[in-house]
């Protein structure tokens, strides 16, 4: 089984940045896709990015050029690179790990505010 920690939300200004990071530990040998999900409340998670063992990345059209996931393959961690955030872009960030097998791992989550 695969073991999933997220980490760096908080509060923001409109405009702001922040990093979210995200590790992955046990048996990473089996990990696939790494991404980023994010939830409010009453609507159904959400995919933000997502990076496949060869680089290849997907994001949804409201983050387009305004965020950017990463992943280093050696320590097992990906990561997302949130700029010119809004306050739309409020909400709990979880990040998922996806294994060859076909199953996910999700983080306990990170809430991210975007208020001035």
């Known amino acids: 089984q695969v073991q999933v920690a997220d980490s760096g939300g908080g509060l923001v200004q409109p405009g702001g940045s922040l990093r979210l990071s995200c590790a992955a530990s046990g048996r990473i040998s089996t990990i696939s896709t790494m991404g980023w999900y994010r939830q409010t409340p009453g609507k159904q998670r959400e995919l933000v990015a997502i990076i496949n063992n060869g680089g290849s990345t997907k994001y949804a059209d409201s983050v387009k ?3 950017t996931i990463s992943r280093d393959n050696f320590a097992s961690m ?3 690179e949130m700029n010119t955030l809004k306050p739309e872009d409020t ?3 979880y990040c998922n790990v996806a294994s060859i097998s076909g199953t996910n791992a999700w ?3 990170t809430q991210v505010t975007v208020s001035s």
Do not use: P, S
Request: overall charge positive.
């Open 107 to 109: 983080g306990q989550g």
């Open 91 to 93: 909400a709990i960030y």
């Open 78 to 80: 990906v990561y997302l």
């Open 65 to 67: 050029g305004r965020f």
